[in-house]
């Protein structure tokens, strides 16, 4: 003896809530990246603020030992990372470049998407340009600040 499940007409409030819900959704996607938003121009806007006023400090020639961001225990650790951060990428791109290239796994690739290649090139060029600030900064600091 089977038992058979009661047909049960689907109603009407349930067939519309969907949009509703995916109405709600969206809309709560829309004012979170509103609010990312807003939160990402008031970062930048003190950025500017601090580069802005740094670089009045430089204008105006302060002679005075450096201090905060400029310090040597901040700036040291930061350049540091960089440049650990910057030869990482160019190994990691370098690796994967290689190993994309060996003749054992021409087989089994895709075309690379152009996307992908300039999304490589622009990791690239940054990774060189913080390579060259930093030694732009090494060179540049003893003679800034007169530091020996």
């Known amino acids: 003896m089977t038992e058979s499940l009661p047909d049960e007409p689907v109603s009407l409030a ?14 709560s996607l829309v ?11 008031i970062a930048i806007s ?3 603020v601090v580069i802005g006023l740094g670089a009045l400090a430089a204008a105006a020639g302060v ?10 225990a901040i700036r040291i650790p ?13 190994y990691v791109i370098g690796r994967i470049r290689r190993l994309r290239a060996r003749p054992a ?11 992908k290649l300039r999304s490589e090139r622009l990791q690239i060029a940054l990774a060189v340009t913080t390579l060259l600030l930093l030694l732009a900064e090494a060179v540049t600091h ?6 020996h």
Do not use: Y
């Open 46 to 48: 003190g950025i500017r």
């Open 105 to 115: 796994s021409q087989w089994r690739q895709d075309e690379v998407p152009p996307k």
């Open 142 to 147: 003893p003679l800034i600040h007169r530091v």
């Open 63 to 72: 002679d005075a030992p450096a201090r905060g961001f400029h310090s040597d």
């Open 31 to 41: 004012f979170a990246l509103l609010q990312s938003a807003c939160s990402a121009v």
């Open 14 to 27: 349930a067939a519309t809530d969907a949009p509703k819900t995916r109405l709600m959704n969206w809309t």
């Open 78 to 90: 930061m350049m540091l990372a960089a440049l650990a951060g910057a030869c990482v990428n160019l």
